[in-house]
């Protein structure tokens, strides 16, 4: 079962620069299952991060075992296409649906953060430094980083990011 989340996944909705596309769904096959351990309080300055890779793995899981289908999981909307194509990061990881059709597809990696007067479908990351920024703040912001691969479509939510409190 693919639940789409709300509240930070919004839909996109208009566009004003080639990065400004917001994140249109996050896909939590199990809400929840998030390894715990992995929510790092993490040093002095340095943001919260919850992984999402148990989350990850289950969808992948589903996949393979044909609960879900490959139209179901490779469902990035042209907007995230479109801002991994302008402002995503390069990753050295190779996407998990293509490789079982023997191409090599590198992923990318968009991170979009929400919170107070941003855009709600987000704002993209896109100019080095601009994440640590935030992280200043006294406001508090959410960061969400989604993989993406171009190829496939495939894109899944890889960490979120607390970010700022900094009162
Ligand atoms: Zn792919």
Redesign the pocket.
Known sequence: MTEQTGVDAAVVTGTRHACSGGLATVKVVKPGIFDASALQTADRGAPLVVDFRLSRNATLHAWKSGELTRHQICDAQYELIRTATHCGELTRRR?P??VEDEVS?PLKEVTYVFGPRLPKQGRCISRPGELEEFQLRKQTFSAYVVEV?L??N?NHIMRRMLLGGNG
């Open positions: 996407c649906i293509c597809s691969c190829e496939c495939w």
